[in-house]
């Protein structure tokens, strides 16, 4: 039965990290499109446009924040190592496991539960952007869906380094993963 609800997460996982890639990868060639047309517009076309710069903002939230998704699912997100590669292998671990809990926490209740009342509070209340007059709502709708991803990538490698605790290893290999659509 374990078998199976781990394949089925294996399936679903992998669903998730192609919607993540797809959503990041699709933000960041807005982006790129957007900044372009300001700069066309204002050096070549000299006629500055007087949406560009609010949408490039927006995206770049989006982009940094399900960025850091990202990076923590393929195990390349910032971490201070001078300390931790000098600790014993057993007291890494529980660091880890310290560290991604802490990660895991901070993400559910304020990304995923505080992102969610910011998203709800700014749609009811109406809250529009000054130049693109969009529902200020769907820009922080970034918070708690990067804090979805943040807080599932942490809780599952949380229990990779409790299971090698468990089971008396003293390293769990961390490999950077290649993006999902990545050839091999």
């Known amino acids: 039965m374990f078998a199976s609800i781990a394949r089925a997460y294996s399936v679903i996982r992998r669903w998730l990290d192609l919607f993540l890639d797809g959503l990041v990868a699709f933000t960041m060639g807005a982006l790129v499109l957007d900044v372009t047309w300001q700069v066309i517009t204002r050096f070549i076309l000299r006629n500055p446009s007087s949406w ?12 940094g924040l399900l960025g850091s998704s990202v990076a923590l699912q393929r195990g390349a997100h910032l971490g201070i190592d001078f300390f931790v590669n000098r600790m014993k292998p057993k007291t890494r671990l529980i660091t880890e496991v310290f560290v991604f809990a802490s990660v895991a926490l901070f993400s559910f209740l304020v990304l995923v539960l505080g992102g969610a009342e910011l998203v709800d509070v700014t749609l009811t209340t109406g809250q529009v952007s000054p130049a693109l007059e969009i529902k200020m709502g769907y820009v922080y709708l970034a918070l708690p869906i990067s804090g979805a991803f943040l807080t599932l990538y942490s809780v599952e490698f949380m229990i990779q380094r409790i299971i090698a605790l468990i089971r008396g290893h003293t390293m769990v290999e961390v490999k950077v993963k290649p993006p999902v659509g990545a050839l091999d």
Do not use: M, P, Y
């Open 52 to 63: 560009t710069e609010e949408l490039a903002t927006f995206l770049l939230i989006w982009v």
